[in-house]
């Protein structure tokens, strides 16, 4: 199994920064794409931004030009720099990987940390 914890969320001013990161442990194989996913209130969970092994990085519109996606590969950790936030920024933020471990390859998700963008 592979488990997924993330950190960093909190309260944050409009326009202010927040840097989240995801740990994982467990009887990982191999790691594949990371990525991080959030949900506000009352809204499906959309795509953030995605990280490939080797580096390749893809935003949603929204976020693109704000937020930086990063990993670091030895330690197994994704990282999301959030830059001029906003309120519509407001939501759970959940870290995801693709990942081989003993019961094999499928996705993982951690709990969730939140973010909330209010003056």
């Known amino acids: 199994q592979v488990q997924l914890v993330e950190s960093g969320g909190g309260l944050v001013q409009p326009g202010g920064s927040l840097r989240l990161s995801c740990a994982a442990s467990?009887?990982?194989?191999?790691?594949?794409?990371m990525g991080w996913y959030r949900q506000a209130p009352g809204k499906q969970r959309e795509l953030v931004a995605v990280?490939?092994?080797?580096?390749?990085?893809a935003y949603a519109d929204y976020v693109a030009g704000r937020f930086t996606i990063s990993r670091d590969n030895a330690k197994n950790m994704v990282y999301l720099q959030m830059n001029s936030l906003k309120p519509e920024d407001t939501a759970v933020y959940y870290c995801?990987?693709?990942?081989?471990?003993?019961?094999?390859?499928?996705?993982?998700w951690g709990q969730g940390t939140q973010v909330t963008v209010s003056s």
């Open positions: 990280i490939s092994s080797g580096g390749s990085t």
């Open positions: 995801n990987t693709n990942a081989r471990a003993m019961s094999g390859r499928r996705d993982y």
């Open positions: 467990g009887s990982i194989f191999s790691i594949y794409a």
